[in-house]
């Protein structure tokens, strides 16, 4: 599975964004898809998940309300789409994979099993 990230770039704060996780090499519909980022000199940290099944889960008190995730199959595609940015939003930005059946949640970053390369995203004026 092969998962390859774009619309990373600089933006003003209070900006938005929408990052894009083209996944290749199977169909999305068997995948659990997250969005992880990576701040300088920090540990990558979870942000937002999207089950197989549809279902959410947030990974980060700090983007609650401001980032949303979604999928859609028939492309398969993921997208973060990011409103309100901080400077503190800075980082790279990965899509990541988990085959996981519908039913079953979201795992964490130790449970996921396949990674894209990021990209960079930049908040200041």
């Known amino acids: 599975l092969q998962l390859v990230e774009s619309g990373g770039g600089l933006v003003q704060p209070g900006g938005s964004l929408r990052l894009s996780c083209v996944v290749s090499?199977?169909?999305?519909?068997?995948?659990?898809i997250g969005w992880f980022r990576q701040a300088p000199g920090k540990d990558r940290e979870g942000v937002l998940c999207i089950s197989s099944g549809g279902i959410s889960t947030n990974y980060a008190d700090s983007v609650k309300g401001r980032f949303t995730i979604s999928r859609d199959n028939a492309k398969n595609t993921a997208y973060l789409q990011m409103n309100s940015l901080k400077p503190e939003d800075t980082a790279i930005y990965y899509c990541?994979?988990?085959?996981?059946?519908?039913?079953?949640?979201?795992?964490?970053?130790?449970?996921?099993?396949?990674w894209g390369k990021g990209t960079l995203v930049t908040v200041s004026s």
């Open positions: 990541a994979a988990a085959r996981r059946s519908t039913w079953r949640p979201c795992p964490g970053r130790d449970g996921m099993e396949y």
């Open positions: 090499g199977d169909s999305l519909n068997y995948y659990a």
